[in-house]
């Protein structure tokens, strides 16, 4: 069964600082991973997507991340955080099954410092 | 081009009433699958609909149901409501690929229920 473990439930960093959120997966089958954000009273909208291609998957809003099979990890890294990035980050597996289920870990609320 | 939207966006009902949630796809998307998100919580998947019927369905109770109409939207039913149920409820839309596989899916805003 696939799962996802999302080290830190809050992250907070400094204006400029590197964003670093972590996440960990489980998976019987080749994992297909996402990034999601979402903002304050919204839904969910895709960062980036892994999907057995190149390991380093850049995202939007100038996030990437990196798929390490020996670790089973995927963070989301960006060089600069930007007071808009202040949001709930989550980080999902896609299911073994054809339906393209997503399974979803808990989230990390990034906060970013003036 | 017009995502997935939702409606209504807020609803306030008491225990043991029914609430009914709509969803329609992206364009050019045939299938819609409904998560609910506790607060503070991720995402937990409920069940997923792809040519009218249900695909998979997640760890949730027979109050919880729903229906694909032939234009792909999509409604959420459930029944004798428990407080319990006081969630955002995300509606997810995604194209089947041959195989029988499913592309990334989109999600909507979602509806934020409370349960009195």
């Known amino acids: 069964a696939q799962s996802v473990t999302q080290l830190g439930s809050h992250v907070s960093v400094s204006e400029g600082a590197l964003v670093l959120l972590r996440c960990n997966y489980s998976s019987s089958v080749p994992p297909y991973l996402f990034w999601y954000v979402q903002y304050p009273n919204q839904g969910l909208q895709l960062l980036l997507k892994?999907?057995?291609?190149?390991?380093l998957v850049k995202g939007i809003n100038g996030f990437e991340a990196e798929f390490k099979k020996s670790e089973t990890s995927f963070h989301l890294t960006k060089p600069s955080a930007h007071m808009s990035d202040a949001a709930e980050y989550f980080c999902?597996?896609?299911?073994?099954?054809?339906?393209?289920?997503?399974?979803f870990g808990q989230g990390t609320t990034l906060q970013v410092k003036p | 081009d017009a995502g997935v939207t939702q409606s209504p966006t807020h609803l306030i009902k008491t225990r043991g009433q029914q609430v009914t949630l709509r969803c329609s796809p992206k364009s050019g998307h045939d299938t819609v699958s409904w998560y609910q998100q506790a607060l503070g919580q991720g995402p937990q998947f409920i069940f997923q609909?792809?040519?009218?019927?249900?695909?998979q369905r997640g760890n949730f109770p027979d109050r919880f149901s729903g229906h694909q109409f032939p234009n792909y939207s999509s409604e959420l039913n459930v029944n004798a409501l428990l407080l319990g149920d006081s969630a955002l409820y995300l509606c997810?839309?995604?194209?089947?690929?041959?195989?029988?596989?499913?592309?990334?899916?989109?999600f909507g805003p979602g509806t934020r229920l409370l349960v009195l």
């Open positions: 609909y792809y040519e009218e019927e249900e695909r």
């Open positions: 997810a839309s995604s194209l089947a690929l041959a195989g029988g596989s499913q592309e990334t899916q989109y």
């Open positions: 892994y999907t057995s291609a190149a390991t």
């Open positions: 999902a597996v896609r299911g073994s099954s054809n339906t393209g289920k997503l399974i």
